[in-house]
């Protein structure tokens, strides 16, 4: 191989790897979300919302919200 070739295979690599990483990153927020929303839906449950509305205004199943309320955890990806 000559250097033009490791500099692009090199350059490629380096490319595939940030492009990982920023996929990484958006993973973790999106568990991130997922676990700050969860417990934003058991502290409004305890206020008085009921499961259907907090379904509706999340845009998930109500079945969901039960799971969330009751387990005290976030939901699986």
Do not use: F, H, N
């Not at 500099?7 to 991130?32: P, W």
């Amino acid at each position: 191989m000559d250097e033009g070739t490791d500099t692009g295979l090199a350059a490629d690599r380096a490319a595939e790897g940030a492009a990982l990483r920023a996929l990484s990153r958006r993973v973790e927020d999106g568990d991130t979300a997922r676990a700050e929303r969860a417990e934003l839906i058991r502290r409004l449950y305890r206020t008085g919302w009921t499961q259907e509305a907090l379904a509706r205004e999340c845009g998930i199943k109500q079945q969901t919200v039960s799971r969330i309320v009751s387990s005290g955890s976030p939901p699986p990806v």
